[in-house]
């Protein structure tokens, strides 16, 4: 392998480490406030990619990214609204279950209203045939945008829940419910917050993902899949961890193309996501076992 060809391994496993992060962000944000893992999270991602290609024929691109992300950031908060608030058993088994079944039915209604043609947003900046020469490599612009979004996500994340008095109050509500109720914090405002807020940055992620990837009414499944591999390897709740996480599948799913067959790659971020389980369930930078898996 020549070293132009390992460096574009390298990139390409950066861009796909990057979208996976931005999923397992969301990932995040549910499980900082709720103690939960929302497996909708993938299809908050093909639901902003589809709106905004949908507006981007009526609208400029960026006015049509910013409705994207208002729209899904609503579905998001009606879910909570309509069917986590009345849920009448409340464990986490049974509320992660539940999302699975959110995320069967978001697919088959984007199936509905968009059929199975697969669609893309423009590039952002320059086309599909533009490209950044890096040593001999070669990258999209777009990639660019992937990364930055990325990197902005994740610091404005760090602050609010370090730093903020909702921020607190939300990860307040997943470590003890009863607790943050009688210290005045309203829990059922915090959790609307945290399905609106993933289902927003999901949104903005799928996206600016759309002229890479492209996207489909089942395009979020397997993202979701291998968001919560991120999460899970760096360690669930930790914003800095996933995108570490990221990086990491996404770089061995690249070079490993270079020994297996590509119909392979998938199989990768799975047997991370199992060894990690076996191994470290709290993941590489947790630092106590995550709860909502001792459940399972």
Not at 14 to 22: E, H, K, L, P, Q
Not at 30 to 43: K, P, S, V
Not at 121 to 127: A, I, N, R, S
Not at 189 to 214: C, D, H, K, R
Request: with cysteine; net charge positive; hydrophobic share 50%.
């Amino acid at each position: 392998m020549s070293y132009e060809q390992l460096l574009q391994y390298v990139f390409s496993g950066i861009t796909n480490g990057s979208i996976y992060a931005i999923t397992g962000i969301g990932f995040n944000i549910i499980y900082n406030t709720t103690g939960i893992i929302n497996f909708a999270q993938g299809e908050f991602l093909m639901l902003g990619g589809m709106t905004s290609i949908t507006f981007s024929r009526y609208f400029p691109l960026p006015i049509a990214v910013a409705l994207a992300v208002i729209v899904t950031a609503i579905v998001g908060a009606l879910i909570d609204f309509l069917v986590i608030r009345n849920l009448k058993k409340q464990s986490i088994l049974f509320m992660i279950i539940v999302t699975i079944g959110l995320s069967i039915l978001l697919q088959e209604a984007a199936l509905h209203i968009w059929d199975e043609k697969v669609r893309s947003l423009p590039f952002f900046t320059g086309d599909e045939i533009s490209s950044i020469n890096i040593f001999g490599a070669y990258i999209s612009p777009q990639v660019l945008w992937v990364v930055l979004i990325c990197s902005i996500i994740v610091a404005v994340l760090t602050v609010f829940f370090k730093y903020t008095a909702t921020g607190r109050s939300m990860r307040a509500c997943s470590s003890n419910v009863i607790a943050a109720r009688l210290c005045g914090i309203n829990s059922k405002n915090m959790i609307t917050l945290s399905f609106t807020l993933s289902a927003a940055i999901g949104a903005l992620a799928g996206a600016v993902v759309s002229p890479i990837t492209q996207t489909q009414y089942d395009c979020g499944t397997s993202l979701a899949i291998k968001g919560f591999a991120v999460a899970i390897l760096g360690g669930l709740g930790n914003s800095i961890g996933a995108v570490a996480g990221g990086i990491v599948i996404g770089l061995l799913e690249s070079l490993s193309i270079s020994i297996l067959p590509l119909a392979y790659k998938d199989a990768v971020s799975i047997s991370i996501l199992l060894l990690i389980l076996f191994v470290k369930p709290s993941g590489l930078f947790g630092k106590k076992e995550i709860s909502a898996l001792k459940d399972f």
